[in-house]
């Protein structure tokens, strides 16, 4: 069964550094998001992605953030200049369809900045 | 008032027993309503996924809606040690945003 992979599964770094979190969704799926969950707190929505440019982003996704998807299969989410409140679980999603709802999520990364 | 509001738990259950997990919810524009299992530092699977109003049944999982009520509910029939997970329940609306609203989930447990 298709599914969502992302790398990778931890990373550690420390304040002020980037950070490039990567996800393959899956192979036909034409829409991109950005989840994160900060540690017992509910899935908060980032960015959602279509046809190379961003279609919404919540008021989370600042100037610190940047989303690409650099050839056929990658998709990126950057942190310029990560801070200690960004340390959470990021998860990459895709759906093949617009406005189904029916979105498929990845492991996630685990992001600890020290 | 919360968007979407969700019986944290803990609930815990004997091996077998039938689960009911519920979200409450206040923007009347969702439409689509999503049940997702979240094992421990995993991501969100989904599970059921349901448009507008009515139930929907898939195996031993049943999602029914109630827009009338702006409230949601995921029943488990013989519910299994396998089942032990986190359970969030997601909408959005037709038309416009594709975010997903979560709630903030009901970690459930099945005893053996």
């Known amino acids: 069964e298709p599914e969502v992979t992302q790398t990778p599964s931890h990373q550690v770094t420390q304040m002020g550094q980037e950070v490039i979190l990567r996800c393959v969704p899956i192979?036909?799926?034409?829409?991109f998001y950005w989840y994160r969950q900060i540690l017992g707190q509910k899935v908060e929505f980032l960015v959602s992605?279509?046809?190379?440019?961003?279609?919404?982003k919540s008021e989370i996704f600042d100037d610190q953030f940047s989303v690409e998807r650099p050839d056929g299969s990658n998709f990126t989410l950057k942190i310029r200049s990560t801070k200690l409140e960004d340390s959470a679980m990021y998860f990459c999603?895709?759906?093949?369809?617009?406005?189904?709802?029916?979105?498929?999520f990845g492991p996630g990364t685990r992001l600890t900045v020290t | 008032q919360k968007e979407v509001e969700q019986d944290p738990g803990p609930l815990s259950v004997p091996e077998g027993a039938i689960v009911s997990l519920n979200c409450t919810y206040s923007?009347?524009?969702?439409?689509?309503f999503m049940w997702y299992r979240q094992y421990s530092r995993k991501g969100p699977e989904l599970l059921m996924y349901?448009?507008?109003?009515g139930n929907k049944e898939d195996g031993r999982f049943t999602a029914q809606v109630d827009k009338s009520s702006k409230y949601i509910s995921l029943f488990i029939r013989d519910s299994q040690p396998s089942d032990s997970a986190t359970y969030l329940c997601?909408?959005?609306?037709?038309?416009?945003?594709?975010?997903?609203?979560f709630g903030k989930g009901t970690k459930l447990t099945v005893n053996p």
């Open positions: 999603a895709s759906s093949a369809l617009r406005d189904t709802g029916e979105q498929y």
């Open positions: 192979s036909n799926h034409l829409y």
């Open positions: 992605f279509y046809n190379n440019e961003i279609s919404e």
């Open positions: 923007n009347s524009a969702f439409q689509y």
């Open positions: 349901t448009y507008s109003s």
């Open positions: 997601a909408m959005k609306p037709q038309g416009g945003s594709e975010k997903l609203v």
